[in-house]
Nanobody, 121 residues
């Protein structure tokens, strides 16, 4: 399976922006749908947004619509998550994962380290 590494998290004030990166171990990442997931303390991991092979946005959660944008650069083997107008409720550990064909769920049950996003009020 393709190994993914998340980066770009940090501490930001409400209304601010962050750009997360998800870098793959191999170029074959271009054949897969890739999604961003997040898990807040005491809550279940949830799907946030995903991108298909052509760069189209799929699995767009209502909670982030109009604020988050996903994109990919297959040459750099990287998927990005641009987060604008951040809210305290966006605070979570963010993960990226290969997404199942026809669903918004992860293809594999293994997860990386993730990257912490903390939004202060």
């Amino acid at each position: 399976q393709v190994q993914l590494v998340e980066s770009g998290g940090g501490l930001v004030q409400a209304g601010g922006s962050l750009r997360l990166s998800c870098t793959a171990s191999e170029r074959s990442i271009s054949m897969y749908r890739v999604g961003w997931f997040r898990q807040a303390p005491g809550k279940e991991r949830e799907s946030v947004i995903a991108v298909d092979w052509s760069g189209g946005t799929i699995c767009y959660a209502n909670s982030v619509k109009g604020r988050f944008t996903i994109s990919r650069d297959n040459a750099k083997k990287t998927v990005y998550l641009q987060m604008n107008s951040l809210k305290p409720e966006d605070t979570a550990v963010y993960y990226c994962a290969v997404v199942q064909y026809g669903t918004c769920g992860p293809l594999y049950d293994t997860w990386g380290q993730g990257t912490q996003v903390t939004v202060s009020s």
